[in-house]
């Protein structure tokens, strides 16, 4: 074989290896845009990777410790010291990669409920009841974990109000007393705060417009009085930035690098704080 030939089929293989990478990296339909005039759009898994511990077996937990990941929207794995797994607003777009023991649920958006949990979840709290008559009312517990809920109204899709529509769970974990919010769409009553009595932890919507407005939710948070106040439920970087600049007025605001953090009573800060968790 010629030189030249030999030339010829080195440049005729580099080319064609070079059309493999450039289809391989611009697929002929390009990814979906979420459909923006849903009342609470999808999240779209293709917008970017998201940074998660590599494993969820990692080094177990302290009788007065617990672990909160963030797994995107409204959803949360949170683990207790014996190693039951919940995951809040379970639903079929963003779901922890584990099977959690118990999923809590709201009725709000199809991106905080499901009805088609996985079939080997324990127990599955529905965050509303048979009729507008009968809210859903819990009260488990399950090893060192305790949930109950405190029920709220929500707007339809109509504009007018859904009664019981939405369910704020609380987890008793140890000492601990974490509150997840859910959709909540207006202030609390002193009846409401009465039955969610003292919370440690306030996993909270933040976007402003399709849950609480921002004058509201602040209420809410003031009126609660966690020491740590971890934000959710917020569909671009405007409108955490927005609900932070508030914050910042009452509260100290921190970054965190990695999407779980672990909490007790004892290293629960000071003064109260929100702590942003990334993924999204």
Known sequence: MSALVRF??????????????????????????PDMTQSCPAPVAADRPRVIPASFDVAALAADQVRITYIGHATFLIESPQRVRIA??????????????????????????TDNPDPAI?????????????????????????????????????????????????????SLCIAHLGHLHHTLTPAQLNDIGHVDVVMA?????????LDGMMEVLSALKPQLIIPMHFFNQYALARFLDRARAQWDVEQAEIPSVVVSKATLPTRPQVLVLPGH
Request: net charge negative; hydrophobic share 40%; no cysteine.
């Open 8 to 33: 010829l089929l080195i440049v005729a293989v580099a080319v064609a290896a070079f059309a493999t990478r450039a289809d391989a990296q611009s697929p002929d339909v390009p990814a979906a845009k």
């Open 205 to 213: 919507p933040v976007d402003g417009s399709l849950t609480l407005d």
């Open 88 to 113: 809040t607003d379970y639903n079929d777009y963003v779901r922890p990669p584990v099977i959690p023991d118990i999923a809590t649920m709201n009725h709000a958006h199809d991106t905080h409920y």
């Open 122 to 174: 324990k127990y599955v709290l529905r965050g509303w009841g048979p009729s507008p008559s009968e809210p859903a009312i819990w009260d488990l517990q399950y090893r060192d974990v305790r949930v109950r809920n405190v029920p709220t109204n929500i707007r339809d899709g109509f504009g007018s109000t859904e009664r019981y529509g939405n369910s704020i769970f609380i987890f008793e974990i140890g």
